[in-house]
RNA sequence: GGCCCCUUCAUCUAAUGGUUAGGAUACUGCCCUUUCAAGGCAGCGAUACGGGUUCGAAUCCCGUAGGGGUCACCA
């Protein structure tokens, strides 16, 4: 569709986590630039002091970096369009709202907060279709400007909307848009600290930085009339707009944090992978040709092309993302789940202290699961407390975790969910009753029976034996049969004793990862507990 | 409320005027099985509604309804 190199640019405000939006917005923009050899471009928009917060820069650029979204030009990259921080760039906002002011197409406007409040609050009242400034305003005269100056009245600048007509917008996937010119209101484009809002810093950065392609979210289509006046004043040319489907909360809703997980952080503590994420993102609003779903950045660029974006807001579905991410770790070598893996768990390390003391069951990703209802199967979890156990453990031993990643990979959906696996292999006690060893329509004799005819089983094997699995699978059967029961019944009671749970790996593959000390140790532990 | 955008299974989507409207997730059942998974097979399930245009409409047009966004010295 385009073949001329497009600049295009991912500015996020640096107010808090890094947000889901960010990542979305970051893989269209990047996936144009790439797609025609163009540049993709990160602004920090931190235009607004009172939300600003200092370490979300940074957390923004490790999360793009995380998904592999990285800019070619930014803050931290450098580029030949800096800075790239708008806070570093405030006379450049002044001189061109200076610039419209000598021209006519802005003025100064001197109306306090408390008059703009009140006239809010008269139009509620009236319920007028028209909120907004009402323009008083526009109508100074230079004297009365010049007296206002004098006195030094604070003053922020507003941009002279026309009045009269229609404002014709493109949008690359919705064409033609029409705006009333007399619906319109003077937007302000200067503050009265002297920073600009995004509307004078978005069109000024945007030409001096050679923007091609504005991709953004549709929240902005309203204010594009002004985004297209604002260009005409200063006679540049506009770039192509093209306004991305909003994601949404299970409610349609545009998404939202008390709806769901936002922060690009929560789903690299609860165990996504990047590529998986991303991979997932790139399916809201796009497909690929054969309903091929599971694909690499480099296939999603051979089928990429803007025109193909589906409009309609896509609710952002932590199920099948769920579901994703479990292919992916399936797909991954075991050496590098492992990798992974160990990677993940001294991140959980650090972050355990930014999760405080909470409990187990309370940490975030548990928390924002429960309290919104995702299905339970959905158990995207956090190493926590296991985490310095396993490195420490690890670190002793690096031969460790092979073998229990084979049994797992399988099972996990996220990272996090090794949590549900691996306190088997760590821990030396298990908190168990009775009654847990008693299987259906069995009784506690039998479970006793079943540990000590195990017990002999294992015992008497060579671990080392290349069929020891299959030995062991042909002895339980012998003695489960011995005992009338069936495999399952029979082993239940082992796999309490042994793991700690009745849902484990399977039993005789986890068994031999523990040795045959330690398996002996737990089945007399659980012999002398019942 | 004004303005604007959007509308195919519960969800993500395919079908660029001719298909029994396809795939995936989720859900259900069966198979496999040593629990849990994973895997295999099958099932469930949609063109919001009403009018046109056309031999023929999910697809084009109009209307209605529904949903969403926006109306800050936030972005």
Redesign the pocket.
Known sequence: MTTAPARVRV???P?GDPHVGTAYMALFNKALADTTGGQFILRI????R??YVADSEAQIFDALAWLSLTPDEGPHKGGSCGPYR?SERLPLYKEAANRLISEGKAYK?????DR?ETL?KI?QAE???????DGLCRGLSAEEVAKNDAEAK???VRFKMPREGEIDVR?L???R????AA?Q?D??LL???G?????L??AVDDHAMGITHVIR???????TPLHFELYRAFGWDAPVFA?M??L?N?????I?KRKNPTSLLWYRDAGFLPEALRN?LG?????L?N?Q?IFSYEEFLKHFDLA?V????????L??L???N??YI?RLPAAELEKRLVEYAKRMMHRQREFADLPEDQLPTETFLRDFEV?R?VRSRVLGGLAPELMTSYEVNPQLLAPIISLIQ????TLGEAA??LPMFFTRDFKYTPEDFIQKKGTLEDARNALAAAREMLATSDFEHPEW?QS??EQ??EKAEAMGL???P???PV?IAV?G?????????SIRVLGKNEALRRIDAASAAI
């Not at 406007?109 to 907060?113: G, L, N, Q, V």
């Not at 319920?127 to 400034?133: C, E, F, R, S």
């Not at 399988?410 to 959906?413: A, D, F, N, T, V």
């Open positions: 500015a996020p405000s107010t928009e931190d235009t607004d009172s939300r708008q406007c001197y109306c306090t907060s703009l809010r139009q319920k007028a279709k028209l909120l907004g400034y604070p003053c922020v949008d996937f919705r064409g848009l029409t705006f009333i619906e209101q937007t302000v503050k009265s600290d920073f600009p809002t995004y509307h810093a978005m979210a549709e929240e902005w289509i309203p204010s306004h489907p909003l949404r299970k409610d349609k809703s545009k939202s997932f399916l809201m609003g796009f497909s040709p309903d779903e193909k589906n409009i309609g807001g896509p609710i952002f579905d199920q099948k769920h579901w994703l479990g292919e399936r299905k199967r399988e099972r996990m959906h549900d696996y699995l062991m699978d339980a059967r069936k495999l399952g029979f082993l239940g796999r793991t749970s009745k849902v484990s790996p399977p039993l005789m593959e």
